[in-house]
């Protein structure tokens, strides 16, 4: 790709970062155990301190599945507003990530908007393939609204879910799934650069084939992982974002979408979607950003940090 299209404080910041940002192809697709194991030793190895005011802790729960032991991670600052609930979902492709890994922003938004956040730790691929890890979320969005008013004190009938790239289909899927069941507790889904479908035929996938941070070649290996080689060309309800049937059902929602990331394109068909479905829909394509550009400090990631802060329960009202 032209590095010269990145925003030029972003690749600053990133030609700065101290560690490697590179994914091996190969591990990635033949031992992504490796990759899993790494991030989470790196992850260990770089805790970010906990605010005093801000409580965490992680609750288990039972998997409607199995009787596996979900694990969710808990911040919820001193005095919070009841009806401020975020239910997480972090990125990695489905395939490796934990909810620490970004626990400088979930500190972050529950301290300024005095919310409750359960980030979910679900199951990764290729061990838990599809539909486990959304089954998972499916669990914990249950959870929440059977068990969030006694055990956090919160109000499960005013929910924002969120999700990041891998996380964002998840959210977007349980969202789905929520709409099948005839629960309308969630009240506005935000995603950020969310996966949208297994087609990889947009463009922007077509496009950007070498793209730092997330391209098409980790896109193939991630839906290999998730779907498994049996369905990896396969349209399915939860795992195809745009293989349903009840869009005008869901909750409003927000799309944020990078300019050089080859999930944009899928991400404008399924605003695209929600809009002729009457969908209350807001989608921000932003110029020069690369995918998971809000993990590195620049102007940008500042400007997208105020928006997500004035957007995230503003549609719950």
């Not at 005093?52 to 005095?79: A, C």
């Not at 049996?230 to 974002?241: F, G, H, I, P, T």
Request: proline residues 5%; negative net charge; glycine residues 4%.
């Amino acid at each position: 790709m032209d590095f010269n299209r990145i925003d030029e404080d972003l690749r600053t910041s990133i030609e700065n970062t101290p560690y490697s940002l590179e994914i091996d192809e190969e591990v990635f697709l033949n031992n992504p155990e490796l990759i899993q194991r790494e991030r989470k030793e790196f992850v260990e190895a770089h805790p970010f301190k906990n605010p005093d005011h801000i409580l965490t802790k992680d609750i288990f729960i039972e998997s409607s599945v199995d009787r596996y032991e979900i694990r969710l991670h808990i911040y919820q600052p001193k005095k919070y507003n009841r009806d401020k609930t975020l239910i997480y979902f972090h990125g990695g492709g489905y395939v490796f990530g934990l909810p620490e890994q970004v626990d400088d922003q979930m500190f972050e938004i529950s301290d300024k908007l005095n919310a409750t956040i359960i980030s979910v730790d679900y199951r990764l691929s290729p061990q838990y393939r599809f539909p486990i890890p959304i089954l998972d979320g499916f669990d914990a969005l249950q959870w929440v609204i059977n068990e969030g008013e006694a055990q956090l004190g919160i109000n499960p009938d005013h929910i924002t879910v969120f999700g990041a790239s891998a996380g964002g289909h998840l959210a977007a899927a349980v969202t789905q799934m929520a709409v099948d069941h005839h629960i309308e507790n969630i009240k506005h889904q935000f995603l950020l650069y969310p996966v949208i479908h297994n087609r990889l035929d947009t463009p922007s996938m077509k496009e950007f084939t070498d793209a730092l941070l997330w391209n098409r070649v980790y896109a193939q290996a991630a839906w290999l992982h998730f779907l498994g080689k049996e369905n990896v060309d396969k349209s399915m309800r939860y795992a195809d974002l745009t293989h349903y049937d009840n869009f005008a059902q869901l909750p409003p929602t927000t799309i944020i979408a990078c300019e050089l990331d080859p999930l944009r394109d899928e991400d404008i068909e399924f605003a695209q979607l929600l809009y002729k479905a009457g969908v209350k829909t807001e989608l921000w394509v932003i110029p020069g950003a690369l995918h998971v550009f809000d993990l590195f400090d620049s102007p940008m990631s500042n400007q997208y940090k105020d928006f997500m802060m004035n957007r995230l329960f503003c549609k719950n009202k």
